[in-house]
């Protein structure tokens, strides 16, 4: 009975709504689509399949429709939904090409024609605006009742419960102290299932491992909000004794079990994911009492996801930022860090420079007030050094030129995000260079890898060890300074390049970074190599020069000027000389597997 109906006027409702979603189904399989783009000239429309936007009428028939007596509502579906996205032309920027209810077609059933109906306004588009109190209290509602720890959460006790905490589980207050030092911290990546296991881990890392800085990392379910099968995996994970989950699924724990994390240990934790909607983490991480975050828009999207949308992503994170921001209005100062490496594979300096700027200035507008942006190794010293020296120069302009002079930033150094030596001698030898180069360029802080990266997830030891090797050279390089002939003019070609494509962005969102940096994904004006994501344009293709700095072969719409794009060509035909081959993709293939063959540069065979 819950499921047949059980009188007539059940069945004539039945009959109704599949009457409905036939007509519906019917015409958009007749019908194209109309998809908003970006190019660099600003926006445009590409058409596909069949324009029914001009049909007047439409003649409907079939028993439902012949003897029901809501004939007109029915036929209405064959109206164009301005609300509801097109299948065919994705969530956000596709328009099916059948009539409107702001048009003059509409449906006809024995020749009677039924009236013009209104389906909605359009979707809003996404805007870099902080989120008034009021609306994000009732979007808070929502969000805490996607699963039951969530009603666990309440503003006022985490809030108060955040201000017990002693400075030094700051994690924002150690970035700043480290920053004034000209100090470089060391942090892991770190997260197993089972609660007790976990704080073993973080004791463990922190003692043995001498981290200045602990990591929640979060399993791959709870990152897709798949949290009913993030609690089967741990109770696999206990059942059978060992980590069934690749990280610690917070939600699931709930404010308690994170609180119980943070209590053990007497070091800042982060919440470390890649979660595109993470917005009840974000609420019981921070209730839980963590004090710094990853994550963002567009660094949780464009590297992760496949088929969602920047606009979706963007306004998730805007959630997570405005959340951040009410906490430090509160007096609680919780760190923010946009992930800096995207792919970790061949990413040009100025790509995750400015994805990491835009991110800043999209949670500043939210409130947040201590922003870490983050760098993933390339391989070349002075490029990453210099890498790393404009992107906090770079940040702190943008902000400042927006005016959010009340933000701190700090950097993050990420250790060498390609592809290992399963040799853990030599895996040592890689993560010495991100130490080197960490301590040198002066980053605020390192995420360190461990000897085991070839093989998976490390053991807790494998990961102590790495900390201890990265704390060594980061001593020893403390007091030293970098000077190379080529850093100020690696430098400079970073900041050019950097500022046109964030400059270009904020173009094609006509003052608005929200706005620019979706269209400006679509355009290809801000292009991550080698990303999943479908908006992604994935036009743009890098490679190594002789010297191993990453450069540009392929610029696709990247919006350089003739000079940047001649120096990338030139730089690459010197390698393309030494090497006795014309530039090519297989110069791209040999560079992705180098360092798992001992080279930073990836060799023809001779």
């Given amino acids: 009975t819950q499921t047949l109906p059980e009188h007539d006027t059940e069945l004539e409702m039945l009959d109704y709504a599949v009457a409905s979603m036939a007509v519906q189904t019917a015409v958009m399989r007749h019908a ?27 003649v409907v028939t079939g028993g439902s429709l012949i003897h029901s007596q809501r004939a007109r509502q029915i036929a209405r579906f064959a109206c164009c939904d301005c609300v509801a996205p097109s299948e065919k032309g994705g969530y956000h920027s596709g328009q099916t090409l059948y009539s409107g209810g702001d048009g003059p077609a509409c449906a006809e ?17 996404i805007q870099n605006r902080k989120i008034p109190e009021g609306e994000f209290m009732a979007m808070r509602q929502e969000v805490l009742q996607q699963w039951p720890t969530g009603r666990d959460v309440d503003l006022t006790e985490a809030a108060a419960y955040q201000k017990q905490q002693k400075p030094s589980r700051n994690f924002s207050a150690r970035l700043i102290e480290a920053k004034k030092e000209h100090r470089t911290l060391i942090q892991p990546r770190a997260g197993v299932p089972v609660l007790e296991e976990h704080i073993k881990l973080m004791q463990y890392l922190e003692k043995e491992g ?59 934790l982060q919440v470390r994911h890649g979660t595109p909607d993470a917005r009840l983490l974000t609420e019981i991480a921070y209730a839980g009492g963590f004090t710094s975050y990853e994550g963002g828009g567009i660094s949780y999207n464009l590297p992760y996801c496949k088929n969602v949308p920047m606009e979706t992503t963007i306004r998730s994170w805007q959630y997570v930022d405005r959340l951040t921001g009410l906490y430090e209005e509160m007096g609680i100062s919780i760190n923010r860090e946009p992930y800096g490496p995207l792919t970790g594979t061949l990413v040009p300096p100025c790509i995750s420079h400015a994805a990491a700027i835009i991110e800043a200035l999209l949670a500043a507008e939210q409130g947040v007030r201590n922003i870490t942006v983050g760098y993933g190794q390339c391989g070349n010293i002075v490029q990453d050094i210099a890498a790393i020296r404009t992107l906090e120069e770079l940040t702190e302009e943008y902000l400042h030129k927006y005016g959010y002079d009340q933000v701190v930033v700090t950097t ?94 904020f173009e094609l969102g006509k003052g608005d970074i929200a706005l620019g940096v979706c269209r400006g994904v679509v355009a290809g004006v801000l292009d991550v190599p080698f990303a999943p994501c479908r908006y992604n344009a994935g036009q743009m293709l ?65």
């Fill in 210 to 268: 001498e981290a200045d800085l602990l990591p929640t990392t979060i399993d791959s379910y709870t990152r897709q909000n798949r949290y009913a099968e993030a609690e089967d995996g741990i109770q696999e994970s206990i059942r059978l004794g060992r980590a069934m989950l690749n990280g610690f699924p917070a939600v699931n724990h709930g404010v308690a079990g994170c609180r119980r994390v943070i209590e053990s240990v007497h070091t800042p």
């Fill in 109 to 125: 059933r024995a020749g009677d024609r039924a009236p013009n109906h209104e389906r909605g306004d359009q979707l809003m588009e």
């Fill in 542 to 606: 890098p490679c190594r020069d002789n010297e191993g700095a990453i450069r540009i072969l392929n610029m696709g719409n990247l919006p350089f000027p003739q000079d940047l794009k001649d120096f990338h060509a030139a730089r690459i035909a010197e390698r393309a000389k030494y090497e006795k081959r014309a530039p090519s993709f297989q110069m791209v293939i040999d560079d992705v597997y180098a360092i798992g063959k001992g080279r930073l540069v990836g060799r023809p065979r001779n």
């Fill in 412 to 505: 993050v150094l990420h250790q060498w995000m390609g592809g290992f030596p399963a040799d853990e001698a030599k895996a040592f030898g890689v993560i010495s260079t991100g130490s080197l180069i960490a301590a040198l360029s002066k980053a605020t802080k390192v995420i360190v890898k461990s000897p085991h990266e070839a093989i998976g997830i490390p053991t807790m030891e494998a990961n102590a060890q790495g900390l201890r090797c990265t704390k060594q050279v980061v001593n020893m390089m403390a007091d030293q300074i970098f000077q190379n002939s080529h850093l100020d003019e690696e430098m400079e070609i970073i900041r050019r390049e950097t500022r046109c494509i964030v400059d270009k962005c």
């Fill in 32 to 58: 194209g689509t109309l998809e908003e783009t970006y190019t660099m000239l600003g926006q445009t429309f590409v058409q596909s399949g069949k324009d029914l936007s001009e049909v007047r009428r439409v």
